[in-house]
Every structure is written in structure tokens, then in C-alpha cells.
Nanobody
């Protein structure tokens, strides 16, 4: 069984940056695609970014493309989300997820093998 634990989020001013990490325990993530999702207050959870198990492929939601970067370190069993030029509309609970499917499938399917519990990111204007 894989346990995913996101780093603490926080309060950031608009235009600022924040890096989230997601550490896995219980099983290696080496053969899992990893993704980040978010859920804003009163809204459905949405896809943010995903990365293949080899780091050879990434995919982003249009709303974060060019501002967010997903990466992973399989040796550390950790995935990261670097968030730059943050906007108030990025305020949400951010979740990491692990799944054995092709990484691009994480952009259109909301059912993952494993989920973290989420971490709150608040961007003030």
C-alpha cells in the first residue's frame, strides 16, 4: 500500500512562488505516474499536472501551463510541484496522486490508485 503525504501549503501573495512536495512510503513510486490535483472552495476537484514514471513526459492544465512545473525524484520517492506567479484563483486544496496508468490519462480520469490527504494553498490578492 502506498501512503502519500503532501508538504504543508501556506499563504502566499499573488505573484509569489511556492513548492509543494509529496512523499511516498510503503512502496516505491518508480512505476507510477504521479499527478497533482486541486479543489477550490465550492468547486469540483480538477487536474493540475502529471508526470510519467520516468520523468520523460509531463502534462499540465491550461490554467497553470507556463507557471507550474511538476518533477519527481524516484530515488527519494518524492514528487514536486513548483508554483510560480501565483494568482488568487490558484487558491485550493492541492492533492497528489499516484496511478499505474499512462500519465496522460491522469488529465481526464479522477479515479487514482492512491491519494494524499491534501494541503491548503491560499493566494492573497
Amino acid at each position: 500500500q502506498v501512503q502519500l503525504v503532501e508538504s504543508e501549503g501556506g499563504l502566499v501573495q499573488a505573484g509569489g512562488s511556492l513548492r509543494l512536495s509529496c512523499a511516498a512510503s510503503g512502496r516505491t513510486l518508480s512505476y507510477y505516474a504521479m499527478g497533482w490535483f486541486r479543489q477550490a472552495p465550492g468547486k469540483a476537484r480538477e487536474f493540475v499536472a502529471a508526470i510519467s514514471w520516468s520523468s520523460g513526459g509531463t502534462i499540465y492544465a491550461d490554467s497553470v501551463k507556463g507557471r507550474f512545473t511538476i518533477s519527481r525524484d524516484n530515488a527519494q520517492n518524492t514528487v514536486y510541484l513548483q508554483m510560480n506567479t501565483l494568482k488568487p484563483e490558484d487558491t485550493a486544496v492541492y492533492y497528489c496522486a499516484a496511478d499505474r496508468r499512462f500519465y496522460r490519462d491522469l488529465a481526464r480520469i479522477d479515479i487514482m490508485d492512491h491519494w494524499g490527504k491534501g494541503t491548503l494553498v491560499t493566494v492573497s490578492s
